[in-house]
């Protein structure tokens, strides 16, 4: 069977080389139909590509499901990773983690749809790399709550590990949500979640640090 002849792409920036348009299509079209549900015809269609000639540029749907999962993957540790090191409190740095990684959500939602809902679908070691990832960034946040329970400008009960893993589904899950255009930007979605959650983290004045040493 031939292929039939290449019609103009579709929603593509003709301006960007054909790897780009490649991943972009992928992206839109994984977050919209899932990764199974997109064939390489479907994305070939999207492209203005004939089916035989996307196989020039990529070896299959997978090899693009694991670009654009570890794009994704760079995209949170550039925003993040950074603030290790800042001279910052620990709840001055949750509040700007907590703003960075929506920010990184919201700016990026097609990509970040199929990372948070399509990794699955990865072979076993593209997976683990994603698990690796995630437990990097719970560690991240675990880090920072103990950081602010040892100085005192976190409350000192707090449960660490329920603490990061209520984080991580607020920043995480604004993907299933948010939409660009809609009544709120996404600073002002960045600001409300790390002022809302931060209320009830902070530590209360006169509040005394918890004494011994705390654990992750």
Known sequence: ???????????????KPR??????????????????????RDLAGELGMQG???????????????E???RASRQFDTALFLLRDADLPADQK??????????VVADNMESATVFFH???????AAYRHVTDWR?????????????????????????????ANLILSA????????????????????????DMLLSGLRALPGTESPSGEVRP
């Open 68 to 70: 654009i999962v570890s």
């Open 19 to 40: 790897r780009e348009q490649i991943h972009d299509v992928a992206s839109r079209l994984f977050s919209e139909r899932g990764y199974h549900a997109t064939s390489m």
């Open 171 to 194: 920043v995480n899950w604004t993907y299933t949500w948010y939409r660009p255009g809609g009544e709120l930007t996404p600073r002002q979605v960045a600001e409300s979640f790390a």
């Open 94 to 103: 949750l509040h700007e983690a907590m703003h960075r990684h929506i920010r």
């Open 52 to 66: 035989g000639s996307l196989y020039a540029h990529i070896s299959g749907k997978e090899e693009l499901l694991i």
């Open 118 to 124: 399509e990794w699955k679908h990865l072979s076993p």
């Open 1 to 15: 069977m031939t292929d039939s002849p290449a019609q103009p792409p579709k929603d593509t920036d003709a301006a």
């Open 135 to 163: 437990d990097t960034i719970d560690a991240f946040y675990r880090e920072l709550i103990v950081q602010g329970m040892r100085e005192g400008t976190l409350r000192p009960d707090l449960d660490i590990k329920m603490t």
